[in-house]
């Protein structure tokens, strides 16, 4: 039975700032080691955390861009590449990323119709699916590993394990915020002004899922 | 936002614990001073660095005290070996680069100002913010292990150019461990630096007060704003070298190692990198990194130009349109670095017009920054001198740019003197400058005293004329072919003659008073600090919001209220106002409005 907690949508705009401490979704980082709630952090609006995510995204896009232009360049440095044969395991994992993404918007829609339940359950499948891929991801390390393939091998097998090790630390930091959010989920069922941290949480989960799609296509295409 | 000067419900107090006061503090205000301090303390090794270089340059037999002491092999009876002299070079380097022209002037300052000129009672995220520092520190810390270490510090320069620093010990003393430890302490410093310009950008596009529009925004916030998107863009690109040459060295790739490389008679055993790549990745950062270091002294420059010539800064948006200029063309000119390290002749074409044409919105803000002072009501205050230095040195050491962007001159003066005197003078010493103006023009507001201004134009005097004294000869030994990086020139025959010898002696000395003159800031900062006079809300009858409240600022900035903004930042000598000057929060409306 779904219980329906709060009124689905706020009518004033998330960013007032006369809220009470806590009000972003990220409480109880308090300045005083009491944590009591007149010595609270003071609160933002909301949009400065997703102005935050967006510039932690720029610079991630900065990190992989720095990544792809060395293997550009490297590739055509000289005749020493050779392409390895990718395992096949990748493409199912990406299927357990997109169908994260596609669980984290199913959680995502019943926080705003203000189904606790559903939103908790969805929350959980999602954090579950982001853990099957970086299983399957070293599930594919350990299939290369076990043909003689390893980091320092060739050049390509050395850009392969790169970027799928820096992408999988990179979904590893959003498995620890999925964790945060299922921690908190009862609270965050509560009041819908707290949900700032499960949007911006979505906004970094499915920009790592569109960056995987990336990485993807970029081992597989032979530029 | 909430009503102007409503109170606000969220009003708290400050933290009691000493730890969470001055340690781990989320204060923006402290964390501001942390980074202050850390880079006071790496400019000071920094300086000590140059002074043993300087002094062995030209005493090569020289024994210096207690440097044994430090390095039994790298300085056997104090008498540094080459090897030696490279390492403390890249200390040097690495040191002034990075701990202190890229963290006193946007960490310390902007953490410290920006949040208080916006009207902010603290930055956006303030545990990042502490993690920012504590980051850094460790950076820090790890890159000064280095002097304790078996075989030293690195020796590959600040730049940590590939091959050398990618395969290990083989390199040389200190390219084992210690280049190791370099490339950690680099990568642990742009995470730190990568959360800090998250931060700024983030603070300054959503915490602004109310009616403090884009254009009403003093021109050192602009400056931190442009310095921090700057940051954000490069930092990661250094990072992701960083990854590469750690995994070159530790993990066999081959990014950067070519094949067939013989070093010390021993084949490298790895195939098919290029060495270009970390030039092209490590100057797609560095480039920009000269405009981390100078912008916010341009943002503090401006700032303090006005306030003391009681006028309006000439060309407010021009000064915007050009940092912008300035910060996106500082994109686009990675390749002069390497015009000698092999490249098509169009690829360099294109990297000289394009560094040229950085003069033109350069010499945009030479001449509003001119406009300024002309016909003003000057106030000689320490930190406007400091700020009148900042311009001189700008311009001195910018002019020899455009020498060295040309790639038939360069090819010429590349790593010869000519370029050391070029960057000391337009981002090392004009960057300081900016630091020691914006000491002067905020001491008051952080410690709640004056500095003496009687040390501080003393101060002024010896270093403007002995930084001049020591980097404008370099121009004449780098156009007479003296090579930068040697230890000691009386091995090679061309550069030991008395000319060149004489010109280092004198070049020597004037390093040596003024490293000495520093001593009497870093006092006058201490004793000012705890002796210096009381200091007013506003001893500078400046406009913008950081002096509407006392000195020092209450933890919470503005007691809880919420300021707002009716004027620009620099409303001096508004006709028909009642004073010469109209704070940003003053409701007064005047004619000229």
């Keep these: ?223 | 936002m909430a009503d102007a000067h409503a109170e606000a419900v969220h009003h708290h107090t400050a933290p009691t614990g000493f730890i969470r006061k001055y340690i781990f503090s989320l204060d923006h205000k402290v964390i501001g001073k942390q980074y202050y301090f850390l880079a006071l303390a790496s400019v000071l090794v920094g300086i000590v660095l140059s002074v043993f270089m300087r002094l062995h340059m030209v005493w090569p037999a020289a024994h210096i005290p207690l440097l044994d002491k430090l390095s039994p092999s790298g300085a056997p009876g104090g008498v540094m070996t080459p090897e030696y002299y490279l390492s403390l070079m890249t200390l040097h380097g690495t040191l002034m680069v990075f701990f202190v022209l890229t963290t006193a002037p946007q960490s310390g300052f902007g953490n410290y100002i920006l949040p208080i000129q916006l009207g902010a009672e603290d930055m956006a995220f303030p545990t990042l913010n502490m993690l920012s520092f504590w980051t850094t520190f460790v950076g820090f810390v790890v890159l000064l292990s280095t002097f304790f270490i078996q075989d030293g510090p690195p020796l590959s320069g600040w730049t940590g150019y590939a091959p050398l620093s990618a395969i290990g010990s083989a390199a040389g003393p200190g390219e084992g461990l210690g280049q190791t430890l370099w490339i950690v302490s680099i990568a642990i410093f742009c995470v730190g630096s990568l959360l800090g310009a998250l931060n700024f950008i983030a603070t300054t596009l959503d915490l602004r007060a109310k009616g403090l529009t884009l254009t009403r925004l003093p021109l050192t916030i602009w400056a931190w704003l442009i310095t921090a998107i700057l940051a954000l863009l490069s930092f990661a690109v250094l990072l992701a070298a960083g990854v590469l040459l750690l995994l070159d060295r530790v993990g066999g790739t081959s990014f950067f190692i070519p094949a067939g490389l013989v070093v010390s008679d021993r084949i490298i055993p790895h195939s098919g990198g290029s060495p270009l790549l970390w030039q092209h990745l490590f100057w797609f950062f560095g480039h920009p990194e000269v405009y981390i270091a100078i912008l916010p002294g341009m943002g503090v420059t401006s700032h303090i130009i006005s306030t003391f010539s009681r006028k309006p800064i000439f060309g407010y948006k021009a000064m915007i349109y050009a940092m912008s200029a300035i910060g996106f063309l500082g994109f686009m000119v990675w390749g002069h670095h390497m015009f000698l390290s092999g490249m098509s002749p169009y690829s360099g074409f294109a990297f000289s017009v394009m560094t040229m044409a950085i003069g033109v919105p350069s010499a945009i803000k030479t001449f509003n920054w001119l406009g300024t002072l002309w016909g003003g009501r000057l106030r000689m205050t320490t930190a406007m001198l400091f700020s009148i230095g900042f311009v001189s040195l700008f311009v001195s050491g910018g002019l020899s740019g455009l020498f060295l962007a040309q790639p038939p001159v360069d090819i010429n003066l590349h790593a010869t003197y000519f370029v050391v005197g070029h960057f000391h003078l337009v981002m090392g010493v004009a960057a300081i400058f900016g630091m020691f103006a914006g000491t002067f023009f905020w001491f008051p507001k952080m410690f709640g005293r004056m500095l003496n201004e009687s040390l501080g134009k003393l101060h002024f005097w010896i270093t403007f004329v002995g930084v001049y004294c020591i980097f404008m000869p370099m121009h004449f030994l780098g156009v007479a072919g003296n090579i930068r990086r040697y230890s000691q020139f009386t091995e090679v025959n061309f550069l030991n003659t008395p000319h060149i010898i004489d010109l280092h002696m004198f070049m020597t000395y004037a390093a040596f008073i003024t490293a000495g003159a520093q001593i009497i800031f870093v006092a006058n900062l201490f004793w000012s600090m705890f002796k210096g006079e009381k200091a007013s809300e506003n001893p500078w009858e400046a406009t913008t919001l950081e002096w509407t409240i006392p000195s020092p600022p209450p933890f919470d900035n503005f007691a809880g209220k919420h300021p707002v903004v009716y004027h620009g930042a620099y409303e001096f000598g508004v006709p028909g106002a009642e004073k010469d000057y109209i704070m940003q929060d003053s409701p007064e409306k005047v004619a000229a409005e």
């Design chain 1, 1 to 223: 039975m779904a219980t329906v907690l709060t009124p689905p949508r706020l009518t004033t705009p998330p960013g007032s700032n006369a809220t009470g401490g806590g009000g972003n979704g990220f409480g109880g980082r308090g300045y005083g080691r009491d944590g009591g709630r007149e010595n609270r952090e003071w609160s933002v609006p909301a949009r400065t955390y997703r102005t935050g995510m967006w510039m932690a995204l720029v610079a991630i896009v900065m990190l992989f861009a720095a990544f792809t232009s060395a293997m550009v360049v490297r590739k055509g440095a000289s005749s020493d590449w050779t392409a390895i044969a990718l395992p096949r395991i990748l493409y199912f994992n990406t299927l357990l990323l997109l169908a994260s993404s596609l669980a984290f918007e199913f959680s995502r829609r019943a926080l705003d119709a203000g189904r606790a339940r559903d939103f908790k359950l969805w929350l959980n499948v999602t954090t579950i699916l982001g853990i099957a891929f970086i299983g399957g991801q070293l599930i594919a390390w350990r299939e290369l590993a076990s043909h003689g393939v390893y980091l320092s091998t060739n050049p390509s097998s050395s850009f392969f394990y790169l970027l799928t090790a820096a992408h999988g630390l990179h979904l590893l930091g959003g498995v620890g915020a999925l964790f945060y959010l299922v921690w908190k989920a009862p609270k965050l069922a509560v009041g819908l002004k707290k949900r700032v941290a499960v949007d911006v949480t979505a906004i970094y989960w499915h920009f790592m899922d569109g960056l995987w799609i990336y990485l993807l296509l970029l081992l597989t295409v032979r530029l």
